[in-house]
């Protein structure tokens, strides 16, 4: 049986209220937020699976495609694409989202009767009617996995594949401040469960379509140096995509090599979404608090990893947030 980390009575408590909600419920609506990522793909997934397996209807939604490293994930093919369901659902799970509204508002609120709000950034709303927000944990993976741990859940070696991608996409391999002994803890115990770390390695982060090499090359080129080194910054446009017969799904792991300059404490890629729309993620070394620097364009995250967007040109977006990062960093 896999053994959750110690929780607190008040976490048990809505544990225990999440897993009522379960099982008095029969139709289930699962998302998380724009643009998914790792943890957020991997934690619905695996829900998905623990509750089609308790013999819950379920259905998954995305507003936006999958980022090219999370196709091969097993179940990926059972998310449905779409902007809008008109269904009503006895139970909606809404996963890593500040508000409903940031998962695309696939549904609105009415359309179920029960809302549970699972996430761990830092800046939240309880909008559901149960809410567990824990801004200690690594990854809502952490979480997923130790509620249903505390359910007596025996998971499937897919459902730990799931959690083992929101572990190490949301830490960076393990690599970032929010590595802590739990989140370790939670890794060894889906190695227990059968999870392959290098097939894993290999499926996320050492495979990557000649598009995806293409875009990079080009994105790398335009990679620019301020305030003595300490920032590094690149910058996608939409040309870029084209001429590299690629798309957005492809450059999930891009700003990373913003870091990888000697001396740069933050990293930041610029993303066109449209002319006049720039997605900001930003990346730092641990005394470095971009989560402020989002929070500023009404973004947010972590303190070492956070994002927003922007509206404007390219070029104004840029100098903004240059102007924001001189005042913190000076």
């Known amino acids: 049986m896999s053994m959750p980390i110690k929780m607190k009575p008040s976490e048990i408590k809505i544990f225990n209220a999440i897993e009522r909600a379960f099982h008095s419920s029969k139709t289930f609506f699962i998302a998380g937020h724009l643009k998914p990522d790792g943890d957020t793909i991997g934690c619905g997934l695996a829900l998905h699976s623990a509750l089609t397996r308790m013999g819950k209807s379920v259905e998954m939604y995305s ?39 940031r998962m695309g508002d696939i549904i609105a609120a009415p359309q179920a009767k029960v809302i549970i709000n699972i996430d761990h950034h830092a800046h939240y709303n309880n909008f559901g009617n149960i809410n567990f927000i824990n801004p200690r944990a690594s990854s809502t993976a952490e ?115 913003t870091m990888l300059v000697p001396g740069v404490k933050v990293g930041i890629l610029f993303r066109e979404e449209n002319p006049n729309s720039i997605k900001v993620s930003f990346r730092s070394r641990s005394a470095y608090d971009v989560n402020a620097i989002a929070r500023q364009f009404d973004g947010g995250g972590h303190k070492n990893a956070a994002g927003c967007t922007i509206a404007g040109s390219m070029n104004a977006v840029i100098s903004q947030v240059i102007a924001q990062l001189s005042l913190a960093l000076s």
């Open 63 to 101: 507003r936006d495609p999958l980022p090219a490293t999370l196709k091969s994930l097993k179940g990926s093919e059972q998310i449905i694409f779409a902007e809008k369901t008109n269904k009503n659902y006895d139970c909606a799970i809404i996963l890593e989202c500040s508000g409903i509204e």
């Open 143 to 257: 979480i997923i996995y130790n509620m249903l741990s505390h359910f007596k859940h025996r998971f499937t070696i897919d459902e730990a594949e799931h959690l083992w991608a929101g572990l190490v996409t949301d830490t960076g391999m393990f690599q970032q401040t929010n590595t802590t002994p739990e989140c370790l803890h939670v890794a060894a115990e889906l190695v227990k469960i059968g999870v392959k770390p290098n097939e894993m390695f290999q499926m996320i982060y050492s495979s990557k379509p000649l598009s995806s090499l293409n875009l990079l090359g080009l994105s790398l080129q335009t990679m620019q140096l301020a305030f003595g080194g300490a920032v590094a910054y690149i910058r996608l446009e939409q040309a870029m995509y084209k001429a590299a017969n690629s798309d957005v799904t492809e450059a999930e792991d891009f700003i990373n090599y």
